[in-house]
């Protein structure tokens, strides 16, 4: 009887050896895996039986399916017989004991089934899953291979089960921003990164969805210096704009160049007669559709780290600097270059905005879908998408399912310059 105790749980424990593999090579990251296959054979084997689940799934279920077969007969016909053996031999009646002996054997075997078979090797497989997938995978392996002909019947089978459902295509194993934002999330509170860095890679992944209309300095913002500016007059014009790089513009206002106030003053230096015609650098001419990441291509080529931005009709939109796209990585919270505060707490809880703050920076420190701002780059834009026309001094509306009250308090022309954002019931 203590051997039938023995084989029984050894048919438990291999059972649970096939409920963990099959949760830890379900739960591994693939990326994981290929980082360990370099040094590690068992996740280079382990990253092959991922790439075919069919074929694993049914090598596990051939193993599960098998176990429970023999530890089903060894519970009823042997330990149970024997149990009720044991109980007619102390007095009790035969039919009573048949049913007691068959059925405590088959509760206590299905107890342990549970806690050895079951729960406890799945709580091992999901603590630690890509290290208990690398350390099956061989064993895994060998048993497709032993068991190739039932395997392949079984994989067949189950696809073409699939097919008549309609389930005809690949799966598919896409990780989405929202995935990559909840790991970026765990690093930080696991200690692996820090607040610093988690908010540079989350502006990394908020740059690759921008435009550069999105990052620029608006024509109406950008301060220029008159090609036609008096000799005399020029040092006072430049401490006036206070840049170390000034667009220079022509009697028509359009941009010809930029100026490097470091020129100027080493003519200066020499003696020589300021000539602002002969100083004029040309800079790369781009679209304000061009995306984020190109923009970055085109600047690191530029010397002066500066590009003029022109729209589809070849009317200048304004200016983008490498400052700006810095800004849109560190966050336009966290920037130390702009003049004024993208977002302030005040002491009652409320948000004071300003209108320039990017949309998607909002929406993500806000808690709510980017689809919130429409197709406008910036928090003033949410406010019109939301509103339908331009704003007036005071207007209000409210995203009921975020609960959020905006509240426009001021303006700079026609455009919205401050927003107050308050926290309300979502009801």
Request: aromatic share 4%; hydrophobic share 50%.
């Amino acid at each position: 009887m203590l051997l039938e105790i023995l084989v029984i749980l050894a048919l438990i424990v291999l059972n649970g050896v096939f409920a963990m593999s099959e949760l830890a090579l379900v739960s591994s990251r693939p990326a994981r895996l290929k980082s360990m296959a370099a040094h590690s054979r068992g996740a280079a084997l382990a990253l092959r039986l991922s790439e075919n689940p069919g074929r694993f799934l049914s090598t596990v279920q051939i193993g599960i399916t098998a176990v429970g077969v023999l530890s089903g007969a060894l519970a009823g016909d042997t330990l149970g017989k024997r149990l009720a053996d044991y109980l007619i031999s102390g007095g009790m009646d035969a039919v009573w004991a048949g049913r007691i002996g068959v059925g405590g054997a088959v509760v206590a075997i299905t107890y342990f089934s549970l806690i050895v078979g079951e729960l406890v090797p799945k709580q091992i497989a999901l603590r630690n899953p890509e290290g208990v997938a690398a350390k099956v995978a061989p064993m895994m392996t060998l048993l497709s291979v032993v068991a190739a002909p039932v395997v392949w019947f079984l994989d067949r089978s189950g696809r073409l089960v699939l097919w008549l459902l309609g389930q005809r295509g690949e799966s598919e194993n896409r990780v989405t921003e929202e995935e990559v934002n909840v790991l970026l999330a765990e690093a930080e509170q696991g200690g692996v990164l820090e607040e610093g860095e988690r908010n540079m890679i989350s502006g990394v992944m908020r740059l690759s969805d921008r435009t550069v209309r999105a990052l620029m300095t608006p024509r109406q913002e950008v301060a220029f210096l008159a090609i036609d500016t008096p000799a005399a007059d020029l040092a006072a014009a430049v401490e006036r704009i206070g840049k170390n790089r000034i667009p220079v513009a022509d009697a028509g206002g359009n941009p010809i160049g930029i100026l490097r106030v470091i020129d100027l003053f080493r003519q200066k230096s020499l003696d020589e007669p300021a000539d602002l015609r002969a100083l004029i650098r040309n800079i790369p001419v781009i679209t304000d559709r061009m995306e984020a990441l190109d923009l970055v291509a085109v600047l690191q080529k530029s010397p002066d780290g500066m590009a003029l931005v022109y729209d589809e009709y070849g009317d200048f939109e304004g200016l983008v600097t490498t400052d700006d796209v810095l800004e849109a990585i560190t966050g336009a919270e966290a920037s130390a270059m702009a003049d004024e505060p993208a977002l302030l707490t005040r002491e009652d809880g409320s948000l004071l905005v300003s209108g320039w703050m990017p949309a998607d920076e909002f929406c993500d420190r806000m808690g709510i879908s980017r689809a919130s701002a429409g197709g406008y780059d910036t928090v003033a834009g949410l406010v019109l998408h939301h509103l339908g026309h331009l704003a007036a001094l005071g207007e209000v509306f409210t995203l009921a399912g975020a609960g959020l009250r905006f509240e426009v308090i001021d303006l700079d022309g026609m455009r919205i310059d401050k927003v107050l954002v308050t926290q309300i019931s979502p009801d």
